[in-house]
């Protein structure tokens, strides 16, 4: 294992302002539906805010549009970069058709987005990494060039699941990027009661297959190093387990309340170590934001989400007939 | 007409849908040069080589887990479960991620995947080689469930199951794999829909439901019933979910009397479905209690001979209990 801070991809200025976009875009999202959620209006939500950074360096490195994700929960800023739109993730939220994960079925924020390659996940943890490994075989028999991304928290690491997966895509070097977004908790749980190696990149040395850990609050740091492990899956080198080092700044979801069992101190010191704010300083240090840029890019995240709040709060609900489908492939109604 | 085994009908289908579909693969645990240790992939791993008769590593969960993960790619896979007792670690991707992936997605996402799975009982298993596991998947909307008892059922129903979109779990009667022999059509496409009982007997006193091994004992014991004057009519559930209701409760109004069998413990098995079906849809046919024949509630079946034979319903006990309902 090594932390790695050597690596660099160059990206272009108009790179780095779109992926600064996806983490604002992302942010002022995640605030609202907690307000929303105070509010009274929504039932749940749960939250990518600390993640952001992680999120869409890794986006990033992928094609979009050819390469899979499957993704877990607090993947907001990952799916709005690959194309969800900030009315169809309120659509979700509240609970309205439209919502293009699952028509309203599940909770919100469980991802799918067949024409971007996002697949549909659940909630019980570690049940999309062997779906992974075998999008990655169905890439491998038909020798097509995509690869596939898939996240996880680092406590869902504990599931047989994802080792399985994982020992899967290493017997048959798949090309399977497994990213672990290790934000220390799993919901209260720290990951000290989670294992006993220091990083959960340590984890892949015993399963055959490079394990790398990177500092998530940096978006160009993670690019890297996930542009790095793309290239070996493309390459038919196979699977890399990404450990992305972040920060959960709030609570597990807004039906918990981490008082508990972690300090306040803490909390305050992550916000002091705040990924997006911290994008925008180095953007604004480089010369590829200014003060004016800015203020616009606020603008319009205000604007979209206000719009995409105002259209789906006044959105129908799905007819209760929509309940009775489709449980079988024969029910699916097209058009 | 071709006389072949039961396990030969499978070893067929999955020959045919191989060489007729590349999304088509198989994964599981010895299914390579072993050719599966019940032998049903006998020769595929030659014919169709390594990267379409998969030997995984052992365990089930990823058999299934990645099996998903290539159908939602838009592949084929059968997924053969070495024994059924072996299939609750993979429990929680046939229920949790197979069965609902339609449903919660919208419609956007599918997987049509087949799980074989040797089950049932009379062979030595013990404990742990001889579970019946229908109950627990005949409970989720979602899956499919069917299982075969005669040759011609095993090659068509798995070949139509291959071609399904949806999840199905195929249980396999492995008691029955050598020991059931039948006439199955040569050079010619064989598929049986899913979905669809079949009267295998007929006959007017009573309705005698079965599937897989006891099946095969009921068709036995309706000839040893015949000569008393009892004429028994036998259904074949074949597809247990879901479940042909048409064909179940035009039986029973014709003959008025329903007798359930299976091998599976009593409580909450898949018989009180069928039970429930008559007495919520049949009531007024019925003349007489509808009676199940199954399993003791024990933990499963036990090794030594003596025990196991106490625990399995047979052609005998099938009689018994014919004969009882019948005089009712």
Not at chain 1, 291 to 303: L, N, S
Not at chain 2, 65 to 84: D, N, R
Not at chain 2, 106 to 119: C, D, M, Q
């Amino acid at each position: 294992m090594a932390v790695r801070q050597d690596l660099q991809v160059e990206l272009s200025q108009e790179t780095l302002l779109e992926m600064y976009w996806y983490m604002v875009l992302s942010r002022r999202l995640d605030e609202r539906a907690w307000v929303l959620h105070r509010q009274g209006k929504v039932a749940f939500h749960i939250s990518a805010i600390g993640h952001e950074a992680a999120q869409v360096g890794a986006v990033f490195a992928l094609r979009r549009g050819q390469d899979w994700l499957v993704p877990y929960y607090r993947d907001l800023a990952m799916v709005l970069a690959l194309g969800l739109t900030p009315l169809e993730f309120m659509f979700g939220l509240m609970g309205k058709q439209g919502d293009p994960s699952s028509g309203a079925r599940q909770m919100p924020s469980h991802w799918s987005l067949r024409r971007a390659n996002v697949v549909s996940h659940s909630s019980p943890v570690a049940t999309q990494s062997c779906h992974a490994s075998g999008i990655g075989l169905g890439i491998k028999m038909r020798g097509d060039e995509a690869v596939v991304l898939t996240t996880i928290g680092e406590g869902s690491t504990s599931q047989g699941e994802w080792y399985e997966a994982v020992n899967w895509a290493a017997v048959h070097r798949l090309p399977v990027i497994f990213m672990v977004e290790n934000n220390t908790y799993a919901i209260s749980v720290r990951k000290e009661l989670q294992m006993a190696v220091a990083h959960v990149a340590d984890k892949a040395a015993g399963l055959g297959l490079p394990g790398i850990t990177v500092d998530g609050l940096d978006p160009l740091q993670v690019h890297a190093v996930m542009s790095e492990a793309v290239a070996r899956a493309r390459a038919g080198d196979g699977p890399t387990v990404v450990e992305t080092v972040v920060h959960r700044m709030t609570p597990h979801s807004s039906d918990d309340d981490d008082r508990s069992y972690r300090p306040r101190q803490e909390v305050e010191a992550m916000k002091a170590q705040d990924p997006v704010a911290g994008f925008r300083d180095r953007l604004l240090m480089l010369g590829a934001l200014n003060d004016q840029a800015e203020e616009q890019i606020q603008a319009r995240a205000k604007h979209e989400v206000d719009q995409a709040v105002s259209l789906a709060a006044e959105a129908p609900y799905p007819g209760l007939e929509q309940g009775g489908f489709p449980v079988y492939v024969e029910d699916i109604r097209h058009g | 007409m071709a006389d072949i085994t039961l396990i030969e009908g499978l070893r067929q289908a999955m020959d045919e849908e191989l060489g007729r579909d590349e999304r088509v693969f198989i994964v599981g645990e010895d299914v390579g040069a072993r050719g599966g240790v019940f032998r049903a992939t006998m020769g595929l791993f030659e014919k169709y080589g390594a990267e379409r008769v998969i030997d995984s590593p052992l365990a089930e969960l990823s058999i299934v887990g990645v099996g998903i993960g290539a159908a939602l790619y838009g592949m084929h896979p059968i997924c053969e479960v070495q024994f059924a007792d072996f299939i609750y670690p993979a429990f929680n991707q046939i229920v949790s991620e197979a069965a609902k992936m339609c449903y919660r997605s919208a419609g956007e996402w599918t997987v049509p995947l087949v799980i074989r799975a040797p089950y049932g009982g009379g062979i030595g298993g013990g404990l742990y080689h001889s579970q019946s596991v229908e109950a627990f998947f005949a409970h989720v909307p979602g899956l499919k469930v069917v299982i075969p008892s005669t040759p011609y059922d095993a090659k068509g129903l798995l070949k139509s199951a291959v071609r399904d979109p949806n999840p199905v779990v195929f249980l396999e009667p492995k008691k029955g794999y050598r020991l059931i022999r039948g006439e199955v059509p040569e050079g010619e496409e064989l598929l049986v829909p899913l979905g669809s009982a079949r009267v295998s007997r007929e006959g007017r006193d009573l309705s005698l439901f079965a599937y897989g091994m006891m099946h095969h004992y009921a068709l036995q014991a309706a000839e040893k019933v015949a000569p008393e004057g009892i004429q028994v009519e036998v259904i074949d559930l074949r597809t247990l979910l879901p479940v042909d209701e048409q064909t179940v409760l035009a039986s029973v109004r014709k003959t008025g009397k329903a007798l359930i069998v299976h091998e599976d413990t009593l409580t909450g098995g898949y018989g009180a479905e069928i039970a429930a079906i008559l007495a919520e849809h049949a009531f007024t046919d019925l003349d007489g209690p509808v009676m199940r024949l199954a399993g003791p509630d024990v933990p499963a079946v036990p090794y030594s001979h003596p025990l196991q034979d106490w625990f399995m319903p047979d052609a005998e006990r099938i009689a018994q209990a014919i004969r009882k309902l019948a005089a009712f």
